[in-house]
């Protein structure tokens, strides 16, 4: 079975601050895709990054970064130099690889970042 | 990726009618999906919709209350029947495969009076 576990259930930063979001995933496959999500409070999904199992390199993207370690099975999610715009709620997910693909999420983490 | 078109956006619904949300991909896949967000909490898979068959429910949803719709490889629809006010949450549909991802469309926050 799949399992996602977002170890924070809230945070709430000072802007400017970094903050990390964890996600420690759970799979038997050797095939499989971690996700990022941001939610605002409009409701809507908004993609970040998508991670294949095969491809453990650390990627950047603005004051975004992600560190994904198969060892650890944890897939964290970094901003740099947080803003008040950041605040919403992150979800991590998991999907398998294969015909049988459905995705996992997390609980989910609210952040604020407070001005 | 997939830009997926959902609507409507929000609705606040009397106790006992339906609502039909509705998403148009812009492009052909195979299978759609449907979430329920309830407030505070994750998404839970409602069905998938896979064109030309019945959907596939999950565990805690059926077919009466849940009817999906699946006329073509760009468009689905979910209705949500005889509403309660625990039915009040955040609906998504999305577009799921390994090669492109997953993207969900915007969401239809429905709020039962």
């Known amino acids: 079975a799949q399992k996602v576990t977002q170890v924070q259930t809230e945070i709430s930063v000072v802007e400017k601050e970094d903050v990390t979001l964890d996600c420690v995933y759970e799979?038997?496959?050797?095939?499989?895709?971690l996700f990022w999500y941001k939610q605002p409070p409009s409701g809507e999904l908004v993609f970040l990054i998508r991670r294949n199992s095969f491809d453990e390199q650390n990627e950047i993207s603005g004051r975004y970064s992600w560190n994904f370690q198969k060892s650890t099975s944890s897939f964290n999610f970094t901003i740099t130099a947080s803003q008040v715009v950041d605040s919403a709620v992150y979800f991590c997910a998991l999907m398998r690889g294969g015909s049988n693909y459905k995705l996992t999420f997390g609980k989910g983490t609210l952040l604020t970042v407070n001005p | 990726s997939a830009v997926i078109s959902q609507k409507p956006s929000r609705d606040i619904c009397q106790r006992g009618t339906s609502l039909t949300i509705q998403c148009q991909v812009d492009s052909q896949v195979t299978m759609m999906f449907w979430y329920r967000q309830q407030p505070g909490q994750s998404l839970t898979l409602i069905a998938t919709a896979n064109q030309g068959s019945e959907a596939t429910y999950e565990s805690g949803f059926v077919i009466d209350k849940f009817p999906i719709s699946r006329p073509n490889l760009t468009f689905s629809t979910l209705t949500v029947s005889n509403m309660s006010p625990e039915d009040s949450s955040i609906y998504l549909c999305?577009?799921?495969?390994?090669?492109?991802?997953?993207?969900f469309g915007q969401g239809t926050r429905l709020t039962v009076v």
């Open positions: 799979t038997r496959d050797t095939t499989y895709y």
């Open positions: 999305s577009v799921e495969d390994p090669l492109i991802g997953a993207f």
